[in-house]
């Protein structure tokens, strides 16, 4: 099966539209209808086998994974995701293979209301690059480098379980019910598109924290020229990340990867409400802390030690 083929019945076949999508696959570029008063966020994530997921891996999972990721990017700037395109390397034409990733990717899309518009089928060891493009009401972008002094700091959902599924791929000795768990958590992440309501009218700043909540802050803190103390008691930590980690288990959470969860700042003087509103919503964020103007990050220990804390996030290169 060639090119324009293998396209028109894995790619041009997916069913998920959208109004605004006014031509997508087909021309030498796709036409999309920005709303009126919106601006567009634009961002890019490239998964390689072998580094970013298992090439054994059911391509459904990997396909899917690969829009949660790139999903998560617009969350964190409090943006709805729309449109993706997708430039795919493929060592071959594995017609199943095909069938399970255009299955996956179909189903992400629909579950995010996100038209694929485009993409480009290449040749080569496998590799899978989208570009999504997201909308937001001008002016409520929230951006990392944007936090003050006297702002908390909090972060979604709970950490490390991606990082421990990762760590313990090799281990057999793992409770099979367990391994199921971690596996979900890292093949099948749930980008947290509840939060971008509430991210668009309180947070100061914010970032998903795909290489680990560390290394993540520290780009905050960095970018707006402060430093943060974080309670090391209040960082939310996965059920099993403490089963299987132990005394380790906050310092894995602070540097795992793969949680596709967001760290934000809220103004003190904003709490109350952003507490009301969370509250209202039924969703459940963590106050980990508290930005500062001095640089650097420190940690409140258990037993009320201030220490400083360097971060070990995921760097390729290193
Ligand atoms: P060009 O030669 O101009 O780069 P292509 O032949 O690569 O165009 O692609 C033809 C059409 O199919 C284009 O509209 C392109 O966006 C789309 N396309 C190619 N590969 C993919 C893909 N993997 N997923 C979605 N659309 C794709
Ligand atoms: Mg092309």
């Known amino acids: 099966m060639h090119e324009f083929l293998l396209i028109e019945r894995f790619f041009k076949s997916i069913t998920h539209h959208r109004q605004d999508v006014i031509f997508g696959i087909g021309d030498d570029a796709a036409c999309l209808h920005v709303a ?16 970013h997921f ?16 790139n999903v998560s990017d617009m969350v964190a700037m409090a943006a709805f995701p729309c449109w993706i395109t997708l430039a795919l ?25 996100i038209a694929l518009v485009g993409g480009d089928t290449t040749k080569g060891p496998l590799s899978i690059t989208l570009t999504i493009q997201g909308q937001v009401l001008q002016g409520k972008a929230v951006r990392r480098g944007t936090a003050k002094p006297g702002d908390i700091i909090y972060v979604s959902g709970d950490l490390g379980a991606a990082a421990l599924a990762i760590a313990c791929l090799q281990r057999t000795d793992l409770d099979p019910n367990d391994r199921a768990i971690l596996m979900k958590k890292l ?9 971008v309501p509430i991210l668009q009218q309180f947070a100061t700043a914010a970032i998903d924290i795909s290489d680990g909540l560390g290394a993540d802050l520290q780009h905050i803190c960095t970018l707006s020229g402060v430093g943060a103390c974080l309670e090391w008691a209040h960082i939310p930590i996965h059920p099993l990340v403490k089963k299987y980690q132990g005394t380790q288990a906050v310092d894995f959470s602070l540097n795992g990867g793969d949680d596709y969860e967001i760290c934000f700042t809220v103004s003190p003087l904003h709490q109350q409400a952003f507490l009301a ?27 009320r030690i ?3 804390y360097h971060p070990l996030g995921y760097r390729h290169f290193n």
């Not at 009126?36 to 580094?51: I, P, R």
């Not at 390397?89 to 209301?113: H, V």
């Not at 093949?187 to 939060?195: A, C, G, H, N, V």
Request: charged share 25%.
């Open 89 to 113: 390397t493929l060592p071959k034409a594995d017609i199943a293979w095909l069938e399970r990733f255009s299955t996956g990717l179909q189903d992400a899309l629909q579950r995010f209301n």
């Open 277 to 303: 509103c969370l509250d209202e919503k039924g969703l459940c964020c963590t106050a980990i802390g508290i930005i500062e103007s001095t640089t650097g990050l420190r940690a409140l220990t258990e037993e």
């Open 36 to 51: 009126s008063d919106h601006v567009l966020l634009v961002s890019t994530d490239t998964l390689v086998a072998d580094v």
């Open 187 to 195: 093949q099948r992440p749930e980008p947290r598109i509840d939060l």
């Open 306 to 308: 201030l220490t400083t």
């Open 54 to 69: 298992l090439s054994d891996w059911d391509a459904y999972d990997i396909a899917y994974r690969a829009v949660m990721v």
